[in-house]
């Protein structure tokens, strides 16, 4: 594939892309919702993401993913509902992942 086709599409996505999060702030100064609708997308929001994590944490393409990815995730997740700084988080999330692999138990 050619350099130029590439450096069109990437400017033609990011043109598209802007496109959409400026439709986005327009309407959005111009829509109005009632407090229950707001309350339903905050919880639709955060029905999505708690999906995502969970597919991601049980699941590697289409085989479980193991036990010592879904105690790393356990960890981290006891971890920041302490309040830990996420850096913390993330490094002992992954340490507990690492290790655990390597003992054996996948």
């Known amino acids: 594939m050619e350099l130029h086709l590439i450096i069109i599409g990437i400017a033609i996505l990011a043109g598209g892309t ?57 960890v981290g997740g006891v971890l920041a509902w302490k309040k830990l700084p996420l850096i913390v988080v993330i490094l002992s999330a992954a340490a507990t992942t690492a290790l655990l692999r390597q003992l054996g138990i996948s």
Do not use: H, P
């Open 18 to 74: 802007y496109l959409l999060r400026l439709t986005g702030f327009m309407l959005g100064s111009r829509m109005t919702f009632s407090e229950d609708a707001r309350s339903l997308l905050t919880d639709s929001a955060t029905t999505l993401l708690l999906a995502v994590a969970a597919i991601a944490t049980l699941y590697e393409g289409q085989e479980y993913a193991g036990f010592a990815r879904l105690f790393g995730v356990i």
